[in-house]
């Protein structure tokens, strides 16, 4: 008991073990509800209810009717406990602290003020959210599920994922840190 | 009731790892595409090898029916792929 409490109020863990974890809840998913871990689309159905409230016309398409219904669905409760679980690990590690920029790394390359992390955390949400619904999931979803799968999507899915991911490191970082 | 419990315990337990990670981090996602560190590859290359693991072994076992698996579009998948990886690398999730 002494031993588990001592691992939880780890900040960090191996990530290998954490993976092992990963696996856990997987099968927890699958198991449990025959549905499959994923982050992307919890927020194109909240996304779908907020814009069908505001305006109907534009949820009325193939997308929102057939592929992601907007809805509080399972995959809405799910993010739910990942926020839960994060959060619970983040107060037992006391590694929470609300913080408006990520203060490692972050500041050296881009500056504290946050406005810049406001618009640059904006816009690489946005395109995110659209190349995981080009692609049919995001890195969870798609990456880490469809490869349990064996699904082929999910190889291509992380081809191109760090394809552009290290090109775009790349042209913000050269040589800075 | 039972609908809503799974999926919490297995976010709960999914937020879990991924804090402890690290992976909730802005330098830990950034840092995988500059190869200066590896978490992310590591917690998803041993996840997915537990998973594929027992998943399999239950589908043979009988005790489980496989879930939906992600439709194949070569072009879909690749395109939305690298659109995806523009937005993880600038903004580090």
Redesign the interface.
Known sequence: MKWIMAQARKKEWSPYTAGLWLAVAFLIAVLGSDQTLGASGALENLSGMITGVISPALVDNMYFKFIMPPGITWQVWLLVGVFLGAFLSAKLSGDFKIRWTPEVQWNQVFGPQRWKRWVIAFIGGVIVEYGAGIAGGCTSGLAISGGIELAPAAFLFIFGMFASGMLTARVIYRRKF | M???I?????????????????L????KI??????TDL??L???????A???V??YA?LDLG????????????A??????????????????
Do not use: D, E, Q
């Open positions: 039972a609908g809503i799974v999926p919490l315990v297995s976010g709960l337990v999914f937020g879990w790892s991924l804090h402890k990670a690290g909730t981090k802005y330098h950034v840092n995988v595409f500059r190869l978490a992310v590591k917690y998803m290359l041993a996840s997915m537990a998973a594929m027992a998943v239950l005790v489980l029916t496989m879930p939906n698996i992600n439709a194949t579009y070569i879909g998948n690749v395109i939305g792929g690298l659109i995806f990886g523009v937005g993880m690398a600038g903004a580090g999730f």
